[in-house]
């Protein structure tokens, strides 16, 4: 399993993931996606673009791994704060 230490993590995580890949990905954290099956069939039936399923899960895996996790966004330091350290 990752360790992520922002959301950040997460999204750059699974932005590269396809359909497959994404569902093996996510297995061991045991997230309450929509279920697999009927993602499956949407796709088949072709009722619903591969790419919309895909986005939309991956949105539901971030929301779900930010609330279980306590992930925060990525707080990147100034370059002022940086200038700053070096000077003083």
């Not at 932005?15 to 949407?42: K, M, S, T």
């Not at 996790?69 to 100034?78: A, K, Q, S, V, Y």
Request: include cysteine.
């Amino acid at each position: 399993m990752v360790v992520f230490q922002d959301i950040q993590d997460v999204e750059e995580w699974l932005e590269p993931l396809g359909y497959i890949a994404f569902w093996e990905a996510v297995r061991p954290y045991h997230l309450n996606l929509q279920d697999r099956d009927h993602c499956d069939e949407l796709i088949a039936s072709g009722k619903v673009d591969p790419t919309l399923i895909l986005d939309g899960l991956k949105y539901l895996a971030v929301v779900e791994m930010r609330v279980a996790f306590g992930l925060t966004d990525r707080i990147t330091e100034p370059l002022a704060a940086q200038s700053l350290a070096s000077i003083h």
